[in-house]
């Protein structure tokens, strides 16, 4: 399976995290900044040499790194059971692929929304075929491929949106009824017989939110853009990118180690594979 980041990604994203210039990075490294800009950009692998120097300037787990620069980590395959709860709806932004998620009670047929993969066609023909009954929809941030066709949604399901106080904004922009939410931790959402549970998690965004589903030996979760497998989301500011590594790790990485994550964007993974194989956690 085709992970979302690479090696370059990784330490484009640990780089300006750490507020890092290439010519700093460059003068650590001993390679040159057109190297540094051509792994970066995908456009030449990584040595195991280089590897090792750059996971030790960018605080990465150097194993793990050299793990995905070598195409040596792809996350397993989520179990066949989760398919009738969890249906992975896809969109394209140019040839950028995006994820969004119906999270499903069988019983009932009662159904949420997870973000719109900027496919809200797909959406809605999804829904109707499946003569789901759609009761919310739950925004895990507010980046516009997340949104992206929410009005269009909204027409055809007159459902509440839940999304983070620190975001709001952004959503009421769009519209304001009166029916949509402000979410907060430890709150719990059901769907049918399901109940998610919101956890905060930003870094990303300044309100990235989580929603996990647990059941007795078993839970899912979705945190949007902020972990994908072996990597995480982008963060956007010096101040927000430790802000995101701890998101991360107290209120991801602490799940039960079989929770499966639905990621809006690249493969599903699991806790447990995060634990041993994301570079940007040293554990």
């Known amino acids: 399976m085709t992970l979302e980041d690479e090696f370059g990604d990784i330490i484009l994203k640990a780089r300006a995290g750490l507020g890092f210039s290439v010519s700093f990075v460059s003068g650590e490294t001993g390679v040159d900044k057109t190297g ?6 995908l456009a030449k692998r990584p040595t195991a040499e280089q590897v090792e120097v750059f996971a030790k300037l960018l605080h990465l787990n150097s194993k793990k790194l050299m793990d995905i620069a070598f195409d040596r980590y792809s996350p397993g395959p989520v179990p066949p059971r989760f398919s009738q709860n969890v249906r992975t709806i896809l969109g394209h932004i140019g040839s950028y692929e995006v994820k969004g998620y119906l999270v499903i009670d069988p019983s009932t047929r009662d159904a949420a929304m997870i973000d719109t993969a ?19 929809i739950l925004l895990t941030h507010t980046h516009q491929d997340h949104m992206g066709g929410l009005d269009q949604i909204l027409k055809r399901f007159n459902v509440p949106v839940y999304v983070s106080r620190e975001e709001a904004g952004q959503l009421k922009a769009l519209r304001d009824s009166g029916r949509d939410r402000l979410i907060k931790e430890g709150e719990t959402i059901s769907i049918g017989k399901l109940s998610l549970e919101v956890f905060q998690t930003p870094g990303h965004t ?6 996990v589903c647990r059941r007795p030996g078993e839970s899912f979760g979705f945190f949007g853009d902020a972990i994908f497998a072996g990597s995480l989301g982008r ?37 447990n594979e995060e634990r041993e194989h994301n570079p940007f956690f040293n554990e």
Do not use: C, W
């Not at 540094?36 to 950009?41: D, G, S, V």
């Not at 107290?250 to 499966?260: A, D, H, I, Q, R």
């Open 36 to 41: 540094i800009t051509q792994l970066e950009a």
């Open 118 to 136: 900027y496919n809200p066609e797909k959406m809605i023909e999804t829904l109707i075929d499946n003569r789901l009954n759609l009761t919310a």
């Open 206 to 211: 300044p309100g990235g939110t989580g929603y």
């Open 235 to 271: 963060a956007y500011s010096t101040a927000s990118y430790p802000e995101l590594i701890q998101s991360v790790k107290n209120k991801v990485l602490t799940l039960p180690g079989e929770t499966v994550l639905f990621p809006g964007h690249g493969p599903a993974t699991t806790v």
